[in-house]
């Protein structure tokens, strides 16, 4: 499985890209994607709306189940990935190009992981 060195990663399996303009990309990473399966649907929040650490900003609905997906990060929606609204499928195809959201305003990073923690963390979940 991938995880890209240049991402910090969330518990519940988010990504995040950290640029220069003090913005951040947010997605859902590969293994998250493969647990849900095929994604058939994606609901995205308005531009403007407000993120928390930890709360739900979309769902996600595959051929499986409703999903949600929580934000890795605080601060407030800059920017929404408009394509996956009519190919959801892209997350399936390629999880860390298929961004969901951009956060501006971007707090409370401390609980992001790094990929080598990424990857011990999925790997005890994949254990248990």
């Known amino acids: 499985m991938n995880f890209p060195k240049e991402l910090k990663y969330s518990r ?5 890209r950290f640029s220069d303009d003090a913005a951040v990309t947010v997605g859902l990473t590969e293994y998250a994607q493969q647990e849900l399966g095929e994604l058939v649907f994606v609901n995205l ?10 709360e739900c900003f979309s769902d996600v609905e595959s051929v499986k189940a409703v999903s949600d997906v929580y934000s890795p990060v605080s601060g407030t929606v ?4 408009e394509t996956l609204l009519d190919s959801p499928e892209s997350i399936n ?8 959201i951009k956060v501006q305003g971007v707090y409370e990073t401390e609980e ?3 990929a080598e923690e990424y990857r011990s963390f999925v790997e005890e979940e994949e254990n248990r």
């Open 78 to 81: 800059s920017e929404i990935n």
């Open 45 to 54: 929040p308005d531009v403007g709306a407000a993120v928390s650490v930890g």
């Open 12 to 16: 519940s399996h988010e990504w995040v």
């Open 93 to 100: 195809k390629d999880p860390y190009g298929a961004w969901f």
């Open 112 to 114: 992001l992981m790094d």
